[in-house]
């Protein structure tokens, strides 16, 4: 995320952050040796500001928006710590150590549905779901079956920003067809953020083109006037914003 919509997600950031550490706090001093480790992961920090982004797109209640973008940076924080989990051909000793970390991935994706049911949005839990599954796949992918970097990139964090933005329609209760076009611009978009990420910035450029051009066509088409997401991209491929 360039520094523009950094300051001006500054506010929205720090509330997300609070929320985050709520949610963790009975094991938040358990978590440092794990949080330091992660601490310079950038889509740690860069999807919940897009989740932030693609609510306010939609002009979805602000407490909602925040708590949603607290719960992706949650469930992709529990991501990376199963991540950490090694086979033993890798060289991982099944001590306790490993033992908290597995135990602690799974308390924090169980919290998830407690979350969901306190701010009324479970009915977005089989997309969470389907999200975790599709992650797990990816991870197979990379892991046993050799598949292409783009393949892992699209069934792994991309699909985060999908999901996010397949959540974000229908809370909204889009209608079939611009919940399908919104959830296909949330997967460019994230197509895009992990590429710039990984400092492939050439590869990125499609995508980051691509998403832009769908968004225009999803505020045509449905009359959103919101245009917070769309600066964004704008300054991101490098075109003039319209007036």
């Not at 611009?185 to 400092?199: F, I, P, R």
């Amino acid at each position: 995320m360039n520094d523009h919509f950094a300051r001006l997600l500054s506010a929205e950031m720090q509330q997300v952050e609070v929320l985050y550490q709520e949610g963790l706090q009975i094991w938040w001093d358990d978590l440092t040796a794990l949080r330091e480790c992660l601490q310079d992961d950038k889509s740690l920090q860069l999807i919940p500001a897009v989740v932030v982004l693609a609510y306010k797109q939609l002009d979805l209640d602000e407490k909602l928006t925040m708590e949603m973008a607290s719960l992706f940076k949650t469930l992709y924080f529990a991501n990376l710590i199963h991540h950490q989990v090694k086979d033993e051909e890798e060289g991982q000793i099944y001590d306790q150590a490993l033992q908290f970390t597995i135990l602690i991935g799974d308390y924090i994706f169980g919290r998830i549905l407690k979350l969901l049911l306190d701010i009324g949005a479970v009915e977005v839990l089989d997309n969470l779901a389907g999200m975790i599954c599709s992650i797990n796949e990816g991870m197979v992918m990379q892991h046993k079956l050799g598949a292409a970097p783009m393949d892992i990139i699209k069934r792994g964090n991309a699909v985060i920003y999908e999901t996010a933005f397949m959540t974000a329609g229908r809370l909204k209760a889009l209608d079939e067809d611009a919940l399908a076009l919104y959830r296909r611009l949330g997967l460019e978009v994230g197509m895009a953020m992990e590429l710039l990420n990984a400092g492939a910035d050439l590869e990125a450029r499609p995508f980051l083109e691509k998403s832009l051009a769908l968004l225009k066509q999803f505020n045509h088409a449905y009359g959103m006037n919101h245009l917070v997401l769309q600066k964004w991209l704008q300054d991101m491929v490098g075109e003039r914003p319209e007036k």
